[in-house]
């Protein structure tokens, strides 16, 4: 059964991509996947105005997450991001101003977390 709410999950550790993306998959919604910045930019072109917002890890391999958010930013700026991070300091959080509604910091509680997208996807609750 395909879920109301579709997700793109940006991540570059394979366990925390998997763990993230089966947890979110149990709560109902959607999940694509990418482990590079180049491709969730190929993502968000095709699919963009389908995802309900974007999980984002801050530290990617090829690009960091803001790039990606200013890409977010020009192309389909009603997505909301949401980052999530085990490493990035205060200042590079604060780098993301407008775009990122929400910092997640790891390790992420994956029931919370379902919960939260649910509720945004559903605009119950303001995230600022």
């Avoid at 998997?18 to 699919?47: C, F, H, M, P």
């Avoid at 997505?79 to 300091?89: C, M, N, Q, Y």
Wanted: hydrophobic letters at 45%; a negative charge; aromatic letters at 4%.
């Amino acid at each position: 059964m395909q879920s109301q709410f579709r997700v793109l999950l940006v991540e570059d550790d394979y366990l925390t991509r998997q763990l993230l993306a089966t947890a979110l998959q149990r709560g109902n919604l959607d999940v694509d996947v990418a482990e590079s910045a180049w491709e969730a930019k190929r993502l968000i072109g095709r699919y963009g105005s389908q995802y309900c917002c974007i999980l984002l890890d801050l530290i990617l391999p090829d690009g960091d997450g803001a790039d990606i958010a200013s890409h977010v930013r020009q192309t389909a700026p009603q997505i909301p991001v949401l980052a999530v991070t085990g490493g990035a300091s205060e200042s590079t959080v604060a780098e993301f101003g407008d775009v990122v509604r929400l910092v997640i910091r790891k390790p992420v509680d994956l029931a919370t977390l379902s919960d939260l997208i649910l509720a945004l996807g559903n605009a119950k609750i303001p995230i600022r």
